[in-house]
């Protein structure tokens, strides 16, 4: 299982991207794979091929009419069953007692 935080936009459509940003959360949401979606990008998590069609159907999405986007992607693997997203946060929250996603 992966958990990738990736980013993806466009570098040609100004500084206002939220309707780039839309597009792309539909395809990610779609996909039924796990995902949070924050304020510089998105951590999904599924198996590699999984999470890599999610980000390239999100990139084929943008090509259509974007002439220059950015992708940065990092993916962590590890032997372990799905639920990474969530468990990774509750353990630091019981760590520290702070609530982290508000």
Same mark, same amino acid.
């Given at each position: ?12 459509? +100004?500084?206002? #991207? ?5 597009? /792309?959360? %539909?395809? !990610?949401?779609?996909?039924? &794979? ?6 510089? +990008?998105?951590? #999904? ?5 999984? /999470?890599? %069609?999610? !980000?390239?159907?999100?990139? &084929? ?18 032997? %372990? ?22």
């Amino acid at each position: 299982m992966v958990v990738a935080e990736f980013s993806i936009f466009p570098f040609d459509k +100004g500084e206002s #991207l939220s309707s780039y940003v839309a597009r /792309v959360v %539909k395809i !990610i949401d779609a996909s039924g &794979l796990d995902y949070t979606l924050h304020t510089m +990008g998105t951590n #999904l998590e599924g198996e590699y091929d999984q /999470v890599m %069609k999610v !980000i390239r159907d999100c990139f &084929l999405e943008l090509q259509k009419d974007c002439n220059r986007i950015s992708v940065a992607i990092k993916i962590d693997y590890r032997n %372990k069953p799905a639920g990474r997203i969530k468990s990774k946060t509750e353990k630091v929250e019981k760590i520290t007692g702070l609530k982290l996603a508000k």
